[in-house]
């Protein structure tokens, strides 16, 4: 993740603009953080046993990050598209929201 980002920084930095890679490992990357924090806040909830039920910070913790887990970047569809494009499949494809597509001509 961190490679990824000063990758990115650079390119910034250089007034050029990301590469389709750079954008899939970029979605890698947020999807990777998404899923780890997840994990981490199913742990704590589950620790935190009948409490964290109640209304406090590890019940709105728990409750953002799933919904930040349904969230579109983050998606099935998003996943499938970064390994295209890592696989060699998605070959002059561009990034839209949601996937890879056609360059606008």
């Not at 389709?20 to 999807?31: C, E």
């Not at 704590?44 to 209304?55: D, I, V």
């Amino acid at each position: 993740m961190y490679e990824t980002w000063r990758d990115i920084e650079s390119t910034l930095a250089r007034n050029e603009r990301l590469s389709t890679r750079q954008i899939a490992l970029m979605r890698l990357a947020l999807n990777h953080v998404t899923t780890v924090l997840a994990e981490v806040c199913t742990f704590a909830y589950k620790a935190g046993g009948g409490s964290a039920l109640h209304g406090g910070a590890l019940q709105r913790c728990f409750r953002d990050i799933y919904a930040g887990t349904q969230h579109r970047t983050t998606s099935p569809t998003v996943l499938r598209e970064c390994g295209g494009e890592l696989a060699g499949i998605a070959e002059g494809k561009e990034w839209a929201m949601i996937g890879l597509v056609d360059p606008l001509e």
